[in-house]
């Protein structure tokens, strides 16, 4: 069987540079401890692989960064081949560097260096390729959560019950209706592992939003504030319906009075904010299905995009927010959820 791999990390993920180097510095300890005699010894010989272990490093680091787009769209192998090829030339030169030094002869340190650079790369691709294998599974039970998190059985319930209502009064509407319904229940059971468009997401919700409409009428209202230039943002799919309907559900039902969900999302920089408002109801507020859906929402963040994504919640002038930031990622660039 032919073994398929996904993609490489991101490499302008701050965990997966954290990583790197963690992982890079530990062998080069790892190398020092065998050398070494005593622990005085292992600093010593650590401190001399360091000299020329951290400049290659640090400029590999740096080299991936900048070209990690252009990683992102060549083949698994291509992409892997380049990135270790860069790794060994400047491993290369921080031994041909040594050697004008007086630590060996050039060539030698060039040679070694080079070939120390390729193995190392050849650890961090294993390595990674089984964090991602690895969260695969973890992926699943993520989206398998969301599943639950997502539509509660009430609002089926309630978005059939209004259909219903209105099959005799106005049956193209009830027709409509049903196409959001099935449309947004065809996205749920989709296989949603890849990335979408935060425009992908917005069209959905606003199917779902209509459906809501249908039920509750003038009590919900919507303000939408988006950012044009984030719509083409990749964000991990199904994340903003399930909190508009976080926010229907503990915001508006609780309330006899019309109540607003404001949703707004902007770039900033290179990163994507994505921020949502509703009325704050503290009883109802305090029902346990509202952790359970941030808390999903937040670990698909982190599948998607580690420790560079953050989910913050807080109670300002009586409404309930949630701000989300993660990096900007645009369509051309897509990855898979677990590539990191």
């Known amino acids: 069987m032919r073994q398929t791999h996904g993609a490489l990390p991101d490499f302008r993920s701050v965990g997966v540079l954290t990583r790197i180097l963690l992982i890079v510095n530990a062998c080069g300890l790892l190398a020092a401890l065998v050398r070494s005699e005593g622990v005085n010894d292992a600093a010593e010989q650590f401190a001399r692989i360091a000299v020329t ?15 990690s787009h ?3 769209r060549l083949p698994y192998w291509a992409g ?5 090829a860069m790794a060994a030339a400047f491993a290369a030169l921080t031994g041909a560097a040594a050697a004008n030094a007086g630590l060996g002869t050039a060539a030698t340190n060039a040679a070694w260096h080079a070939l120390y650079a390729v193995l190392l790369s050849t650890v961090l691709a ?22 639950q998190a997502r539509i509660r059985p009430h609002f089926l ?11 005799r009064r106005d049956p193209k509407r009830a027709e409509a209706a049903l196409e959001d319904l099935a449309e ?16 992908d997401e917005i069209a959905l919700t606003r199917q779902y939003l209509g459906l809501e409409h249908l039920r509750l009428g003038e ?3 919507v303000d939408w504030d988006i950012d044009p230039s984030a719509e083409q943002a990749l964000v991990p799919p199904m994340m903003l319906q399930p909190l508009v309907e976080n926010a229907v559900y503990h915001g508006i039902e609780p309330g006899l009075d019309p109540g607003t969900v404001s949703i707004r999302a902007v770039r900033e920089g290179d990163r994507l904010l994505l921020e949502l408002a509703n009325p704050y109801h503290a009883e109802h507020q305090r029902r346990q299905g509202n952790r359970m859906a941030l808390a999903n929402i937040g670990e698909r963040l982190a599948l998607h995009f580690d420790v560079d994504a953050a989910l913050d919640t807080a109670i300002e002038d009586e409404r309930f927010r949630i ?5 900007l990622r645009r369509s051309g660039a897509k990855k898979t959820a677990s590539a990191r």
């Open 126 to 147: 294993a390595y990674f390729d089984l964090r991602q294998r690895a969260f695969s599974p973890a992926l699943s039970e993520a989206r398998l959560q969301a599943l």
């Open 70 to 72: 252009l990683l992102s």
């Open 323 to 327: 701000r989300i930031r993660m990096p």
């Open 184 to 199: 947004l229940f065809r996205n749920l059971m989709a296989d949603n592992r890849e990335l979408v468009t935060l425009a």
């Open 157 to 167: 319930f309630n978005s059939l019950n209004a259909v219903l209502m209105l099959i």
């Open 219 to 221: 009590r919900l209202r």
């Open 80 to 84: 892997l081949s380049l990135a270790t």
């Open 53 to 67: 272990l951290e400049p290659a490093l640090l400029a590999s680091a740096a080299a991936l960064y900048i070209l």
